[in-house]
């Protein structure tokens, strides 16, 4: 059994790669992975947001793990959270960038987890973006 990662949309955000990455984790784990999604507090603040709401009012998922802390605004959140995700010692980071606003994000967290690897921390470990 493997740990993965999954960064990106999941509940309490909804729409397609929401769903898709539920779907995904939920696929891992039927084949044995323990998995964590880590979503966003903030995917975008609501004036570029396109539609009424990017909150889902159904109930969470409550055969996922999933971590609500990733501010697409704050680049003291992106370490932080980057950090975080650091520790947990995934054995693949799947992290699913769909526009170019979350490229520094996403890409600064990518970056921390990246470096702890290539300092011997995780010598049999793999980063995967997508």
């Known amino acids: 059994m493997s740990k993965i990662i999954i960064i990106g949309p999941a509940y309490p ?6 769903t898709f990455n539920e779907r995904l984790a939920r696929q891992f784990m039927a084949e044995g992975h323990e998995v964590i999604i880590y979503t966003f507090s903030l995917q975008y603040p609501n004036f570029l947001f396109p539609g009424k709401t990017q909150y889902s009012e159904s109930d969470p998922p409550r ?4 971590k609500v802390c990733i501010n697409s605004v704050n680049p ?10 650091q520790k947990e010692c995934a054995y693949i980071v799947i992290c699913r960038y769909w526009l170019p606003f979350m490229g520094p994000c996403l890409g600064t967290i990518a970056r921390l987890i990246k470096k702890k690897r290539n300092k011997g921390h995780w010598p049999d470990r793999q980063c995967v973006a997508t």
Do not use: E, H, P, V
């Open 76 to 85: 003291i959140n992106w370490y932080l959270s980057g950090q975080k995700i």
């Open 13 to 18: 955000l909804r729409g397609g790669l929401a």
């Open 63 to 66: 055969d996922l793990n999933i």
